[in-house]
């Protein structure tokens, strides 16, 4: 059902956001591309891509890399995609000052889920909202594989963010050796399962999902097929549905895992793909905008027309 009709651009496109279509059962949120030259309507999903810039870049590195990217992403109609980026905690304050949220988004790599209290070490969802985060990261595979932690943890990150009104992004994605023993649909059903647990509906617009597996991810990764991808993100989105019933669709599926210029546009290409969650790839300003536009510019041609 088409919810709401905007337009508020001029020029040769018109565009309108809605939220799914009666004709093309398309997921995740989308606008409508009036294009009046070739007389047709294209119905365009809205895409996501950001990076995580893990424990690099320091302050000033960070807030240069960030002013680039705002730069050489400002013709690109944020109802198209949504940016954002991930820096470590001691950037976070000067990134917030260097770029408009309704630009780039920012988000944290971990929070502990109290407000407050004897936990040495730890960053808090207030700590957070008072620097302007947009959203928190729960779930990392390096968070996981690293520093041990568990699914019934990572809940407690989504919902202590969703409670903070914060956008969670969580990270989900199978090892090797479970893929290896064909276990990756349980895997990340569970990982599902227990990290949106005890979410409702009403908090829908406040979830991300990352797939990003562990095999795939950092300098010895390995970058899943388009294919392998689209089968597990379907997977993720049918688990979606089972938690949250229809409105499921409205929640972003990115991926990430050694994403480069080279399989950008295969994955961005498959249908339940709806963003990319880029590491390495995206560290240099030019380079992740080139990878975004050539993504965007390969979604397009891949649209029903
Ligand atoms: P790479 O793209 O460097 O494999 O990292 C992906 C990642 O971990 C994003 O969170």
């Known amino acids: 059902m088409i919810k709401c009709a905007v337009s508020t651009r001029k020029g040769r496109f018109g565009q309108a956001l809605i939220w799914g279509s009666p004709k093309f059962p398309v997921y995740g949120k989308s606008y409508l591309n009036l294009d009046k030259r070739k007389d047709r309507v294209v119905i365009v999903k809205k895409l996501y891509f950001g990076s995580n ?26 109802e198209e995609a949504e940016l954002f980026i991930i820096p470590s905690y001691t950037a976070l304050a000067d990134a917030r000052k260097t770029v408009d949220p309704a630009q ?68 989900i994605g199978e090892t090797g050796e479970e893929k290896d023993y064909g276990l990756s649909p349980e895997v990340l059903r569970t990982q599902l399962k227990i990290g949106f647990h005890g979410i409702s509906q009403g908090q829908i617009p406040n979830l991300w999902v990352a797939y990003e597996p562990v095999w795939s991810i950092g300098v010895n990764g390995t970058p899943a097929s388009a294919d392998y991808a689209e089968e597990m993100h379907k997977l993720i989105k049918q688990t979606l549905k089972e938690l949250f019933g229809k409105p499921s669709k409205e929640i972003p599926v990115l991926y990430g895992g050694s994403v480069n210029p080279q399989n950008a546009e295969q994955l961005i290409a498959m249908p339940s793909i709806d963003g990319l969650f880029v590491g390495r790839a995206a560290w240099e300003a030019d380079k992740f905008a080139q990878l975004i536009r050539r993504a965007i510019k390969a979604r397009k041609a891949n649209q029903p027309a």
């Open 104 to 171: 780039i988004k920012l988000g944290a790599q971990n929070m502990f889920w109290e407000e407050q209290g004897q936990f040495t070490g730890e960053i808090s969802p207030i700590m957070l909202k008072e620097l302007g985060m947009d959203l928190v990261m729960a779930g990392h595979s390096e968070r996981r594989h690293v520093f041990g932690e568990l699914d019934t943890e990572e809940n407690k990150k989504v919902k202590s963010a969703l409670a903070h009104n914060m956008k969670a992004l969580l990270c």
């Open 53 to 78: 810039l893990k424990m690099y870049k320091t302050v000033q590195e960070t807030t240069e890399y960030l002013k680039h990217l705002a730069e050489q992403t400002k013709d690109i109609s944020r």
